[in-house]
């Protein structure tokens, strides 16, 4: 496909458990972001990789937020011990260039903690 | 301090042109401007860019006074299909961070039959 790609599409999960959300952005896109977004609001910045280099993280929100991009394409998010304040949709994008100019979004995961 | 300003929501009927407005009085030399639009149950989709005085693509224009603390998007003919909400960024490209890439709440657009 010709677009960034995010599975699962839908997730729920008990407070507790551990969960892992892949991203697959448009082939030979240096850059990789993450968002959460919740309910009624606009996309959160969580983390940045610039190929396997995870640049900023200053948006993950707690130390039970961890993403990785071993091989400079695919990424996961994984949220250890999730609770439900982590419930939201969790948007991926990725850019061309080494920049911010202009982002393509996948569909995002929807999280769903009980 | 949020880097952005604009309305919480609009409604405008179908054939009209709307124009959602931004304000950043803080914006910075390197800073761009730049909108996206996002449906239900999607991610954002990138609109339109642009740096001082005006820009226009196949969707839309943005237009950008000298001194650059506010900016407008212009949709010409809107449809039902435009339907959307509407985020306005304000930050240097080059970087990333939660400062550079704040989306805010947007602007919910509700185009009326």
């Known amino acids: 496909g010709a677009g960034v790609s995010q599975s699962p599409r839908y997730k729920v999960a008990k407070r507790g458990q551990d969960v892992a959300l892949r991203c697959d952005p448009i082939s030979g896109h240096v850059s990789l972001f993450w968002y959460q977004q919740a309910l009624g609001q606009g996309p959160e910045f969580l983390t940045y990789?610039?190929?396997?280099?995870?640049?900023?993280k200053s948006g993950l929100p707690s130390d039970r937020f961890f993403a990785e991009r071993p091989e400079g394409s695919v990424s996961t998010l994984k949220i250890q011990r999730t609770q439900q304040e982590d419930s939201a949709v969790y948007l991926c994008?990725?850019?061309?260039?080494?920049?911010?100019?202009?982002?393509?979004f996948g569909p995002g995961t929807r999280l769903t903690v009980t | 301090l949020a880097k952005t300003t604009q309305p919480i929501s609009m409604d405008s009927y179908e054939g009209q042109e709307v124009n959602i407005t931004c304000s950043h009085n803080?914006?910075?030399?390197?800073?761009?401007i730049t909108w996206y639009q996002q449906f239900p149950s999607q991610g954002p989709r990138f609109i339109i860019q642009g740096y001082k005085t005006k820009v226009t693509n196949e969707v839309a224009s943005l237009f950008i006074p000298a001194d650059r603390k506010s900016s407008t998007l212009s949709l010409p003919r809107v449809s039902l299909s435009d339907t959307a909400v509407y985020y306005c960024l304000v930050g240097d490209p080059g970087l990333a961070g939660a400062n550079n890439l704040f989306f805010g709440t947007g602007t919910r657009l509700t185009v009326i039959p």
């Open positions: 994008a990725s850019s061309s260039g080494l920049a911010a100019y202009e982002q393509y």
């Open positions: 803080n914006i910075a030399t390197n800073d761009y």
């Open positions: 990789f610039q190929n396997e280099a995870q640049l900023d």
